[in-house]
Nanobody, 127 residues
Framework: QVRLVESGGGSVQAGGSLNLSCAAS????????VAWFRQGPGKEREAVAL????????YYADSVNGRFTISQDSAKESVSLVMNMLQPEDTAMYFC????????????????????WGQGTQVAVSS
């Protein structure tokens, strides 16, 4: 049974940093894609970053490019999202998602292509 568990959310002031972690278990696939999505109040869920296994190719949404960094640990059992220079518009529930195949990295992936989801972790940024 695949399980994704997010951690690391919290409240920070604008300009601050947070480090989110997605711990994966029961994932039997050798090739996969893990993404971080967020959903702010009254907004649609959007992908902010993704990473593919193997070559570790990545994608970043324009809104976070240069501020957020996604990475996976050497054992490939967790994926982190380091978020720097946080702004109030980054306030959202952040979700980890995974699929059993690589993702394209040229365009923002839709939520529908991901089979597995975590419960989310809240990020709040105050001005």
């Amino acid at each position: 049974q695949v399980r994704l568990v997010e951690s690391g959310g919290g409240s920070v002031q604008a300009g601050g940093s947070l480090n989110l972690s997605c711990a994966a278990s029961g994932f039997p696939y050798s090739e996969y894609c893990v993404a971080w999505f967020r959903q702010g109040p009254g907004k649609e869920r959007e992908a902010v970053a993704l990473i593919n296994s193997g070559r570790s190719s990545t994608y970043y949404a324009d809104s976070v490019n240069g501020r957020f960094t996604i990475s996976q640990d050497s054992a490939k059992e967790s994926v982190s999202l380091v978020m720097n220079m946080l702004q109030p518009e980054d306030t959202a529930m952040y979700f980890c998602a995974a699929r059993e195949a690589p993702c394209a990295t040229m365009d923002q992936p839709p939520a529908s292509i991901f089979s597995y989801w975590g419960q989310g972790t809240q990020v709040a940024v105050s001005s």
